[in-house]
């Protein structure tokens, strides 16, 4: 679909370069905040050394160190999955992610979804594509921010807190950035993933954000193996189901792929160290030679795996916990390989997380018992209050604190993302990155004295006091000028009001057609008719021709069944008749982004003339 | 022309064989707008009138005249895009023109009639209110396919969904009426649809094609009478795996219809009037693009291969396809991209 993504190449220097130094910009708010957390760690430490050389913090403390340690399965799953935030963070510092995240990860997520499901994806990738700095940014930071939280807050309130906001933004990844992990499209497998990456990190963050005596018996962690169980029997069913290409591997080059066979041809085709690529492509082969063999296997293991986990009988479970682990490790190896690399990788990928919940979930159902909270723990009475322990007890202070810096560092990309997704105007970054930079220029503009659309005289002295945007524009181009025109209008919109300030002018730009009939067309075609400040001009060819070589415009006929060649640029002329702004109007990849960027950036410039006249 | 599977660096070409010389020329002043969308062509009395299809963001089309063999040309415009038929524009003898546009998802299918050169037109009939005309209502009436000018009065050639009937409607006194052909009765069963038609100062031409079930039939008809009385030809059968690729006219009223084949011989088959059986010329070369039938010559195939023309004539001494001439077309490969 034209218009969305920027269409611009995901290494684009400038679009590259604009997003690290937004990276390091955000990096120094990030010291920032971590040298406030000193600060306030240190005033704090202060004070509970003051109150301990007084003798009053050693009844909290002695209160404080009667507290039964962290549940293993939830320390496990805290800081495992704190560790994977921080590493999808990093993950999305990748040089590709702002103008490759959106065209090569999400769209492609949605393209065999349900068309609702296209229309969610949609509002991430016009959003992604319309800010390709700050909101890449964002997930850097939102991301490292909640690994980080994790990771420092292992009890209480804000330990909870940090699994709910590992979920919130878990939920926007899956349903935005995964298309519903993709389960309302064909092909669904749990080999390849389903349901989804991120629904781990969200099932992991469930789990923190349950109040802590859940922890205290085996009912949780039967919880969780009984739900991975019903998952597996149903991912088995699924691998089973006919005619879904899983049984088929291919038999000979020239028949088609089976569809786990050519799912892992492609993966190994990923830019990658050459021993994952050909771990991929041995197995691909072997998928190709034993297609049956293989997906017999994988039903009656996840069938196997996912009865062991419904059985919810310690032993039994352990044997299926392995095996699973097992399995999980294997499929991320050789079906999945790794899901981080390529450029645009954003986790690695369902196994690990997955993984990762039913040994939480084993873990949580065989040594609970040793750590329930005595009932005298347990009782408000009986705990000291929060700002007492945050006085008294320097391990909660330092949690606390660093709890409240990693918010901080999650705020340091949540903020610009929140500003971003109100902001329906795309960044100029993505004009600057097609156009470069407009140039600054100061002499007077050349006259002119033309004809617009109307049937009116239009002379460049009767624009005098308003600020004038003056493009050449081909009235039978098939590619370029309607988006120019396009981007003027969008330019106007964006001025409001201000706009009664503005002129639009373009000036017809093919030898061939100067007649006004051919503007009135292009008007109606491009729907300029209501756009009150819009002038196009033609005149006599000599007219035009005299104007275009004032303006430095090149027109010439091009053969062959092609279209006038002709320059494209704008300038933007002050009230006194004076060319302030010379801009590169070459629309570029002609996206909704880059169009409605080139229309900031002209835009920019009006005001600019405007404001100092 | 150029990479025909690439719609935007396919080009459209004009090529004109000047008269007194047997080499086909590129030479036509530039047209000065992309051709990507296709040319329909409208031959008349005082000249050429081409059609500029829409194409990528254009959605209407301008209109070039020459009155001098392509040596200055004047411009006219239709405000809407010409329908994708190459029968969309027809002109005649006084320089009055018709044209075909809209249809195929670009809005509802019209009719328009030049109102004063080639900027203004008027609306004739649409679609649907030509297939809610007496005569059309019998025929099922489907998709205009073409449109022309018999002596001052357009006539608009269209498929049928009701078997046997040919969809002619010619405008009488303000009136369309159904005027269509009758068929042999053996094609009566048929759906018919109109893929050609021309006119001559009093003859109409006009070329079908009939489908029963797979099979598809060509048959081309004649009136001298504005669509009274009419001559058909014998039914051309179209062989299995031939698709139409060109009709043109022949010298006189004649016609010629050439076939592609995917894989194997093309097919180039003649009919030189009413009354006339079709005549099979041995198969143009593979790629041929169409053929052209100079007065006082022997036809030529125009094979297209990219930038490349390669104009083959047929000897009439052993029948065969000799090359004559190779040119070679200045592509702007990108330049509507």
Known sequence: MSGMGTGLNSNNPTVVSAFHAALLKQGLVVLLVLFLVAVAWNLLRSAQLRQAAGGEGEVVAAAESRFIPEPVARRLLRVSFGLIWIFDGVLQAQASMPLGMAPEVIKPAAANSPTWVQHLVNALV?????????????????QIGIGVWLLVAPRGTWSRLGGAASVGWGLVVWVFGEALGQVLSPGLTWLFGAPGAVVFYCAAGILLALPERSWATPRLGR????????????????????????????????????????????????PQPRVFSSIASSFAGFDAAHGWAVNLFAVIALALVGASFLSARPRVVRVGVVAGVVLCLADWVLIEDLGFFGGVGTDPNSMIPMALVFVAGYIALTRARGTEVPATMATKSAAPSWRERLLARPTYTFRTIAAIGALGITLVGAAPMALAATDPHADPILSEAVDGTPSAVDHVAPSFRLTDQYDKTVSLQSLRGKVVALTFLDPVCTSDCPLIAQEFRDADGILGSESRRVELVAIDANPRYVTRDYLVAFDQQERLGDVANWRYLTGTLPQLEQTWSAYGAQVSYAPAGAMVAHSEFAVVIDGRGRMRYMLDADPGPGTEATQSSFAVTLADALEQAMANP | MGRLDQPPNTFWQLLFLPTGTSSWSDEVEATAVAT??????????????????????????PLIASSDAGRTWSNGLLSEGLAEHPQALAVDDTG???????????????????????????????????????????????????????????????????????????????????IGPPLPSSLHRGRVEVLAMTTTATTLTVLVAVSIGAADDLVAAWSADGGQDWRTSTALPVSEGLQLASVGQVSGDGLFVLMNRRTGADELDVVDGPGVPWTSLPSPPAGTATVAFPPGATPEALVVHEAALTVLGLTSASSAWVQSQVLRVPIQYGSSN
Do not use: D
Request: net charge positive.
């Open chain 1, 126 to 142: 016009t959003l992604w594509s319309y800010h390709p700095v700050n909101v890449p940014a964002a997930a850097v930071w939102i």
């Open chain 1, 223 to 270: 919880t969780v193996l009984r739900l991975m169980g019903f998952f597996f029997a149903g991912m088995a069913v699924l691998q089973a189901w006919p005619g879904r290409g899983f049984w088929q591997g291919q038999p000979n080059p020239s028949a088609a792929a089976g569809t786990l066979t050519s799912m892992v041809q492609q993966m190994a085709q990923t």
């Open chain 2, 36 to 61: 990507n969308g296709g040319l329909v062509l409208a031959a008349g009395g005082r000249g050429l009138v081409v059609g500029v299809r829409p194409s990528n963001r254009l959605r209407f089309s």
């Open chain 2, 96 to 178: 009055q023109a018709v044209a075909l546009v809209g249809g195929r998802g670009e809005g509802l299918a019209r009719v328009l009639l030049s109102a004063a050169g080639l900027s203004r037109w008027k609306t004739l009939t649409t679609a649907s209110s030509l297939a809610a005309v007496p005569g059309a209502k019998a025929c099922g009436l489907g998709e205009i396919t073409a449109v022309s000018l018999l002596a001052g009065s357009p006539v608009a050639g269209a498929s049928c969904a009701r078997p046997g009937v040919v969809g002619i409607l010619a405008r009488r006194t303000g009136k369309w009426e159904l």
